[in-house]
């Protein structure tokens, strides 16, 4: 049985705080957040057994403790939970990009801890706070941990047990590979749609748009209501790779705003086709 | 009691016609589909009565004719269906772009026949084909209705009351209005999702990147699994609008680039935060 803090109590912690709860892996639960509400809250809904004054302390006595912050905040919450932490505890964050992370692990403890463990559940809502967790948010998804070299491999292996237990299917991989990837599965279409629904507060007739939308816009602007200073930190976070990504999306829209000035309407076609070839191919590859 | 024939038996075209069928408003429904594929599986199934040779034979004795094919396809539709036509049949198209319609149906007949009903369902789904036709499609959904100068207030009513008694909300706008908003809510993010996908597909690493992509990606691209064909002919037809939201929407994307090249991060969150407002604000009208 483990005892866990978790600092940050928001959709994922509180979440991961749950389902280890419900899979009866743990034995004591203990919290910090900035904000008192999210305490309150996640003592109320009997997320968590305790809310801490501060991160080192609720760290105290842990086994576990998982850094659930917005990714900015890596360095600052690590910073403040260190005097909380022993030699045996295993430190995890769920951050969405993993080399800035590790980058800020690193300085903050001078290297990077063997018992430090980098994972990244891909789950989430566009819904944020702990009020909106729930038990069953990692069940049949990834978790991505990308090990670093000083890596122990009990840490490792205790992490990867703490995820399957909640029915999660974990993956390792490279903490770079990770984030170029993830640009582009995640990171880019949220850019995407916070720019399309920005673009269209802007026009003249942006009144009479929102009251004709149908399902085919709510379900490609549904992440444009996720938390907007946790997507500014990761794309921050995960600049060179998602702006690099953004510049080849901004040459496809030119090209095929070239095709359909010039009329080249076989052309346009044929890029719809081979998407939507792409999507179904590969349909039973997302979660 | 409606005797109904369908010109164009797809996902649109099935459906109103099971849901006709389901409110107890038809009598008898035929139908023509140059894919005498769509026809067999329409009779197997029971959405329709009867598989005709060619479209203006399976008008014949129809009260209410429905073009229900791309929307390029529009004159050769109602050219082909013309003989089949008499002086009180209704006929009404469900196209997804509406001046170029009536400047189709103006060209076959001459002018816009006061009986021809210029119709648009907010409803669909990235399924095609009269297998994937339900009844239930249209409930709760808007459906447009532009009517034109000359229209026969009769025929207006009809067509009214048949939507209406599918579960439909009836609004009416005019055409050019109808096309600069539904550009911007459906046409546009239709191209938005088939140039990201496509986009991936060209990456060195996009063999990496379709088996880790989440929820968020899959509601982002679900539109980008839409027919090609019907989504080339739309764009097409409505290209004046699509092109200038199309030229907006990179012009925000640059603007993006932008600020996280030159690291204007708090733009960027305000940026986000006033798109994640606008859709919040806006989701309780969103069908």
């Avoid at 904000?35 to 003592?43: A, F, T, V, Y």
């Amino acid at each position: 049985m483990t005892r866990l803090a978790v600092i940050g109590l928001g959709l994922i912690g509180g979440s991961l705080a749950r389902a280890l709860r419900a899979a009866g892996r743990v034995s004591h639960i203990a919290a910090y957040d900035r904000d008192p509400e999210q305490g309150r809250r996640g003592l109320e809904l009997g997320v968590i057994d305790r809310f801490a004054g501060d991160a080192a302390s609720s760290a105290r006595d842990a086994d576990v403790v998982v850094l659930a912050v917005p990714v900015l905040h890596t360095a600052e919450a690590a910073e403040a939970v260190r005097a909380g932490l022993s030699d045996r505890t295993i430190l995890m964050d769920v951050g969405s990009t993993k080399v800035s992370v590790l980058g800020d692990i690193t300085r903050v403890f001078g290297d990077l801890p063997a018992r430090f463990v980098a994972a990244h559940p891909i789950a989430g809502t566009e819904k944020s706070g702990v009020a909106a967790s729930r038990s069953e948010l990692f069940r049949g998804h990834r978790v991505v941990l990308t090990p670093h070299a000083g890596q122990d491999p009990g840490a490792l292996a205790t992490v990867r047990s703490l995820w399957e237990s909640v029915g999660a299917r974990v993956v390792e991989m490279d903490a770079a590979c990770h984030d170029a990837i993830f640009a582009a599965t995640s990171h880019l279409p949220h850019v995407l749609a916070y720019a399309f629904v920005d673009m269209l507060t802007r026009l003249p007739n942006a009144a009479d748009i929102f009251p004709n939308a149908g399902g085919g816009f709510r379900d490609f602007t549904r992440i444009a209501s996720s938390s907007p200073e946790m997507w500014h930190d990761i794309v921050r976070a995960n600049r060179v790779e998602v702006t690099g990504l953004l510049e080849r999306q901004i040459g496809e829209l030119q090209e095929l705003l070239a095709l359909m000035k010039d009329e080249r309407w076989p052309e346009l076609l044929m890029r719809f086709e081979r998407a939507r070839a792409a999507r179904e191919r590969h349909l039973s590859q997302i979660e």
